[in-house]
């Protein structure tokens, strides 16, 4: 049994005041080993809960997770993770930071070495292999993390909007590395995301959740993912398909943000 | 209702006490504005460098576009050095720019004394006025003829003298004689003039007060002069002070630092540590470290010495003290400060807890721990002096301490600068070890 299954995934956040969060409520997916998702919905509906469930940072309330048929109980290096930023370690080489996971395995030094040199090769960091983390910009961060992540070899990757916090010029040029990643390693990747365009250049599948309680909403199967790998993402874009689904994402989101408001107001 | 009344006394004194510095604060203003109109027309007179600061507009209230003046900070201590010679009347200064001086000299002044039979004499007084610290020769004078005996005093700068004038004569005070006139002038009781920048008073009682001029320069005992304290600079390194040279003064006091910081840091980082990891350590040393901190390690020093005596153990238990609470805050706090998206990222990358802590808190909370340090090294350096001040039988306080008492005040300032040299240095140094190695810091 490979790939990734979600069982009917609740969370409840019980606050301080004895108020209570619904997170998530009865969420249910299944992956399958190779496959790319991306995860879209409005600010709140649970999507960094979720992930962080999967990841093993948190215990859900209900509901199983299962990889490749065994329990996930708590983080695990075949979970890789992408965070938004700030989770590189400064203290560390560029070359540091990708051997890491490698190097908490006891993998053999000099096989590791060539691991790293080849990932920091393919994510475009030749040159900067020796360079501390900090004298990189945002994007070539990333890249650092991306490569992070790779070395290590994980069945899955999380990303939680990584590549929110870069400009739309280096978002768009790791967009395609992302799918060249994806492409060429073959790994099962859930990309989560504010970007409807990026969800829908970046997803095989695309689940948009719905808050209050975070639940899914509906589910896409695109062909973007495929066509845009090795392709300019521009002219994916002018594809009439995506105009079309990304007309109809935006209304929908549009409308739940507009429920929230609405219910705010009454609220208040 | 007294006491309100007698700290409204001390607020007067201490207001008036300000009042009188005013006139020196105001030069000292005006000293720095009129540096600072020689700069800017200088600067006008070289070829204006066109760097980007110099192009904006708006400088005022841009934090960014204000930066130390070096040249202001050099004539700051220029400055320092030529007001320090100035009022100390030094050699190392060409003498038109001393404060007038005490005045120093001999002259020579006649009093008219008219006994009680209304006959009146001459007597000629030979004052000398001598420079502080120099053996002078008393003159030799004839004790003239008539009642009244010439007289012969010698007097140190600074310092003013009563005159006994009719000791000698034939006809004393008590038999009724008095000075009528001085160099021919009329003069009574109470009243006074002035001769040869010395003022001449006859008290109430007859007895004549000489008082020469003091100038406006500092008695060497207040401030001595620049040269004076590079002298005992020299004469304490090569022969000493109270058994002890100089290197071995600031040694011991240096000494006493670095062990008594490194003990507090070595206790108080794992300290720290358990403090920021484990919520029953936190919860047991939080009372603990919140009550100590806000102690001062002065207020220590007196249970210290009941404890441990004023041996190097009693010192180095309070330095110590001193390290200990500052490090232990600053290790907590940078393991609290540790970005939980770094933790998640290293346990998804198959991190084990010893591997996070390893590889993950510790170099993390480095930043802390050296700032920390810094603080650490600068309350030690000031509490060891303190304590050296109270009972040492060596150190930098000691010295001063002890020269005060004696009245060396030129090794009281050497020892002053010493001590802000070295602390500087060490804070020096201590940001340079932080540059070195904790490069990231700030950087996350
Ligand atoms: N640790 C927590 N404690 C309490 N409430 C939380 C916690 N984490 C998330 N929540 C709540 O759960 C909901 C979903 O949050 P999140 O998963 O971060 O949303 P998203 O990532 O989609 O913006 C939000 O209402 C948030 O306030
Ligand atoms: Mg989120």
Known sequence: MSGLSIDKLSMRFDLPNGASVQALKDVSLDLKAGELLSVLGPSGCGKTTLLNIVAGFLAPTSGEIRLNGSLVTGPSAERGMVFQQGALFEWMSVRENVGFGPKMKGQNPKIARETVDHLLDVVGLHDFKEKAVYELSGGMQQRVALARCLANDPDVILMDEPLGALDALTREKMQSLVLKLWKETGKTIILITHSVEEALLLGERLLVMAPRPGRIHKEYRLPFAEMGVGQDLREVKKHPEFAKNREEILAMIWDMEEEIMGRTEVAS | ?444
């Open chain 2, 1 to 444: 209702m007294s006491v309100l009344s007698n700290l409204f006394a001390e607020l007067i004194a201490i207001l008036t006490a300000i009042l009188g510095a005013v006139p020196f604060i105001v030069g000292y203003v005006l000293l720095i504005l009129s540096c600072l109109v020689v700069w800017k027309f200088i600067r006008k007179l070289m070829t204006p460098k066109k760097d980007y600061g110099s192009l904006k507009t708006v400088t005022f209230g841009d934090e960014s576009a204000v930066s130390s003046n070096f040249a202001a900070s050099v004539v700051s201590i220029v400055l320092i050095f030529i007001l320090w010679g100035t009022f100390t009347g030094t050699k190392l200064l060409p003498s038109f720019l001393h404060m007038p001086g005490a005045y120093e000299g001999q002259f020579d002044f006649t009093y008219t004394a008219e006994a009680a039979d209304g006959t009146v004499d001459d007597a000629t007084v030979t004052v000398l006025v001598h420079g502080v610290g120099e053996q002078p020769v008393v003159p030799t004078i004839e004790p003239g003829d008539g009642f009244a005996k010439n007289d012969v005093i010698v007097i140190q700068a600074y310092r003013s003298k009563l005159l006994p004038w009719d000791a000698n004569d034939a006809i004393m005070r008590k038999d009724g004689a008095k000075i009528i006139a001085i160099n021919g002038q009329a003069i009574a009781d109470g009243q006074d003039m002035n001769i040869a920048q010395t003022r001449l008073a006859l008290t109430n009682k007859g007895t004549l007060n000489i008082e020469p001029n003091q100038g406006v320069q500092m008695e060497p005992i207040w401030l001595p002069s620049p040269e004076d304290v590079w002298a005992s600079l020299v004469d304490i390194s090569t022969d000493g002070f109270k058994n002890f040279t100089l290197a071995e003064h600031l040694g011991f006091s240096l000494f006493r630092v670095v062990i008594g910081f490194l003990l507090g840091a070595v206790v108080g980082i794992p300290l720290g540590y358990a403090m920021g990891l484990s919520d029953w350590f936190r919860g047991w040393f939080d009372p603990i470290v919140e009550f100590m901190r806000p102690v001062p390690p002065l207020a220590l020093i007196p249970l210290v010495i009941i404890w441990a005596g004023i041996g190097e153990q009693g010192k180095i238990i309070l330095l110590f003290l001193a390290a200990l609470w500052i490090m232990a805050i600053a290790a907590r706090s940078g393991v609290s400060g540790v970005k939980i998206s770094k933790v998640h990222a290293a346990y998804s990358l198959g991190a084990s807890k010893w591997q996070i802590m390893r590889y993950v808190i510790i170099p993390n909370s480095l930043p802390e721990i050296f700032t920390g340090a810094r603080v650490a090294m600068g309350v030690c350096w000031g509490t060891v002096v303190a304590a050296e001040l109270v009972a040492a039988e060596k150190g930098a306080g000691m010295m001063i301490m002890v020269a005060s008492k004696f009245q060396q005040t030129q090794i009281v300032i050497l020892g002053i600068i010493l001590i802000g040299i070295i602390g500087f240095g060490i804070d020096m140094l201590m940001r340079w070890a932080e540059r070195v190695l904790v490069p990231w810091k700030g950087r996350g």
